[in-house]
Nanobody, 127 residues
Framework: QVTLVESGGDSVEAGGALRLSCRVSGGGSLRRYCMAWFRQTPGSFDRDGVA????????DYADSVTGRFTISRDDADNTLYLQMNNLKPEDTGVYYC???????????????????WGQGTQVTVSS
């Protein structure tokens, strides 16, 4: 049973930084999965992709966070990270870590392609 546990969410002022962590357990190496961070903003029922990391190492980002957010992983610690710099109020939301076994070289972009989810961690950015 693979489980994902996020941590690192907090309340910060605009311009601040946070690092989110997602610990993967119960399913072997993190390198077996394509991983992503999604966020659900206040008042929305959907989860939007923020950052993606293919098991082979390639990355992709939503336009709104490019240049500010960095996704990375520590294979030895089986942990995925999201470094968020220059935070803006519109970054406020619940951030979810997601994983899926993936084949090929393409990064799964849709939330519906991910079948393993964490419980989420709240990020609040005040102006």
């Amino acid at each position: 049973q693979v489980t994902l546990v996020e941590s690192g969410g907090d309340s910060v002022e605009a311009g601040g930084a946070l690092r989110l962590s997602c610990r993967v357990s119960g399913g072997g190496s993190l390198r077996r999965y394509c991983m992503a961070w999604f966020r659900q903003t206040p008042g929305s029922f959907d989860r939007d992709g923020v950052a993606y990391k293919h098991k082979l190492g390639t990355e992709d980002y939503a336009d709104s966070v490019t240049g500010r957010f960095t996704i990375s992983r520590d294979d030895a610690d089986n942990t995925l990270y999201l470094q968020m710099n220059n935070l803006k109020p519109e970054d406020t939301g619940v951030y979810y870590c997601a994983a899926v076994h993936c084949d090929g070289s393409g990064i799964p972009g849709s939330r519906y392609l991910y079948n393993i989810w964490g419980q989420g961690t709240q990020v609040t950015v005040s102006s």
